[in-house]
Structures are given as structure tokens and as C-alpha cells.
């Protein structure tokens, strides 16, 4: 039986100090997680004969080559986990037909070409991490269909194109959305407001334009968001310091313009707000409600543009920069 292969491989492997887990129940095997084993060489395709394997976590490791499309036809498979190796190729269109895939860990590898739009028919798909490959091209609309899906990770990729306004449409989207450090253009989608209990943003080191959409300050569980180092121009939204957990507010390196808004002085919970080189002016006083949060509350970090005393005047800033 598969357990009787798996007790035969534990104890072999055991004696190599491979520490592995190996979960059968009637006489099948459930689950392969070989978590920094130093396994090297491909991923074996007959591993797909193990059609009652739910968890197959082959993550941090030296496997090369490609992942077998054969994987896609373990029908129970919930966690696929490949995640940190030297993998490489294109990911396979097939993944998005494992009906009850729960997570999918294809991040720090090499993989490169497109996102396949079919990722988007995983009706349970809670977790996506792309983070840190070589990926181009679109972030697929399709995603849109992901109602189960709570993070999205594909940050350091090379992603171009606009940002779907079709995320907006996630409506359990309660954790992560990481796009940042890819090419994508276009505004900030406005339906980003709908995803109320998303926790963490980050969209910075893109090439987005256009203002920050005032619904964003909708977000209300939101405790960080990262949008610095784009292309956004006009006012800081006031509606930005509606959030009453957020930690971090950065904004630096794009060409905001016009004055702080006093509402980002009721972010009692910030610790750092970063809105240096861009083009703001006026004054934040000290007996004015953002100084207050250096005094009196947890901001430990509080960059803009003061150096020259005629961009901001800040009495309470520790970070004076120069204006782009």
C-alpha cells in the first residue's frame, strides 16, 4: 500500500537525518511536507498517482526544472507549496483546475512569462503567492472570481499593466495584497475602498499615476499601506486619516502637492509617516494635532519635505528632505 511505501522511505531517509512528514490514514497518503530537507533534482510527476494527497509542501529547497503539469490531476489536493527553490518555466495553466486547491506557494523561484488568466476558476483559493519571480505582463481580471481568497502576493515580478478594478470585487479579501516593485501603470483603482477589512497594501516602487482614491480611507482594518516610490500627483485625501489602526502611512517620492492634511493627526496608532520628496507645502505646527503624535502618542518616524524651511515648515519633523 502507499503507507507501507511510506514507511519504507521514512526509515531510509531517517537514517540520512532527512527530517520530513509523512501523514497516512487507511492506508493513504494525505500529506508530503519536505520543509528545508536539501532535497536537489526535479519534482517527480508520478507523485501524482497519490490521489488522496492533500498536502504536497516540497518548499525551501534545491529542486530545478519545471513543476509537472501531472500535479493538477491530484483531485484533493488543497496546499501546494513549491515555494523556494530553483524552479523555473511558466506557470502551467493546468493549476487552475485542482478543484480544491486552497493555497498556492510558487513564490522565489524563476518562473516567467504570463500570469494564466485560468488561476482565476480556483473558487477556493484562499492564498497566492507569486512574490519574487520573473512573471510579466497583466495581473489577470479573472482574479476578480476569487471570492475565497484573502492575500495575494506578487510582489518583485515584472507585472505590467493596469491594476484590475475587478479586486475590488473580493469580498472576503481580509489580509495582504502585495504588488509591489513590478511596472504596473494606470490609477489606483477606487473599489481598493470596498475590501474593508484588508489589512495590509503595499503598491509602492510601481509606476502608478493619477491621485489617491478617497475611498481608500474605507479600508478601515487597514494598518499599513505602501504606495511611495510611483507617480501619484494632487492632495493627500484627509479621508486618509480615518484609519484607526493604521501603523504606516508612506507616500514618499511621488509629486503630491498642497498641504498635510490635519486628519492624519488622528492616527493615534502610527509610527511612521513618510511623505518626503514629494511637493507639498505649508506648515505642520507644534501645537498642531500631527506634532501631537510625536508627543504624545506612538509616531516615531515623521519625514517630508523641510529642508529649505519654504517646501513644508515642520517643528516636529525627524526627516527633512529636498523637494523633487
Known amino acids: 500500500s502507499e503507507c507501507e511505501w511510506y514507511t519504507i522511505v521514512k526509515t531510509e531517509f531517517l537514517d540520512d537525518q532527512l527530517v520530513g512528514a509523512f501523514d497516512c ?5 494525505q500529506k508530503l511536507d519536505f520543509y528545508e530537507c536539501n532535497l536537489v533534482g526535479t519534482i517527480p510527476p508520478e507523485i501524482a498517482h497519490l ?3 492533500t498536502n504536497l509542501l516540497l518548499w525551501h529547497n534545491g529542486f530545478t526544472g519545471t513543476v509537472p503539469t501531472e500535479l493538477a490531476l491530484i483531485p484533493n489536493l488543497k496546499y501546494l507549496y513549491v515555494t523556494n527553490n530553483i524552479l523555473y518555466g511558466t506557470v502551467a495553466t493546468e ?3 485542482i478543484p480544491r486547491l486552497v493555497e498556492l506557494g510558487l513564490g522565489y523561484n524563476f518562473f516567467s512569462g504570463p500570469i ?5 476558476r480556483l473558487e477556493k483559493l484562499e492564498g497566492l503567492e507569486l512574490s519574487r519571480n520573473l512573471l510579466s ?3 489577470p481580471s479573472t482574479f476578480g472570481q476569487l471570492q475565497s481568497l484573502t ?3 506578487a510582489a518583485y515580478n515584472k507585472l505590467s499593466g493596469t491594476i484590475p478594478t475587478e479586486l475590488g470585487n473580493l469580498s472576503v479579501m481580509n489580509y495582504i495584497i502585495f504588488l509591489h516593485v513590478n511596472s504596473l501603470s494606470g490609477s489606483i483603482p477606487s473599489e481598493f475602498g470596498l475590501l474593508s477589512e484588508l489589512r495590509y497594501l503595499a503598491l509602492h516602487d510601481n509606476t502608478l499615476n493619477g491621485t489617491i482614491p478617497s475611498e481608500l480611507g474605507m479600508i478601515t482594518e487597514i494598518k499599513e499601506l505602501w504606495l ?3 507617480q501619484l500627483s494632487g492632495k493627500i485625501p484627509s479621508e486618509l486619516g480615518m484609519f484607526p489602526s493604521l501603523r504606516f502611512l508612506l507616500l514618499s517620492h511621488n509629486y503630491m502637492t498642497g498641504n498635510i492634511p490635519t486628519e492624519l493627526g488622528l492616527l493615534h496608532t502610527m509610527t511612521h509617516l513618510s511623505l518626503e520628496y514629494n511637493q507639498l507645502t505649508g506648515t505642520v505646527p507644534m501645537d498642531g494635532p500631527i506634532c501631537d503624535l510625536r508627543q504624545n502618542h506612538s509616531l516615531v518616524y515623521f519625514g517630508t519635505d523641510c529642508v529649505l ?3 513644508v515648515i515642520c517643528d516636529c519633523c525627524t526627516d527633512c528632505s529636498i523637494s523633487l
Open 228 to 230: 511611495a516610490v510611483n
Open 309 to 311: 524651511g519654504y517646501e
Open 137 to 139: 505582463g497583466p495581473i
Open 151 to 153: 492575500q495575494i502576493r
Open 95 to 97: 493549476f487552475g483546475a
Open 25 to 29: 490514514l487507511f492506508g493513504v497518503v
Open 51 to 53: 490521489d488522496g494527497l
Open 116 to 120: 494564466p488568466s485560468e488561476l482565476g
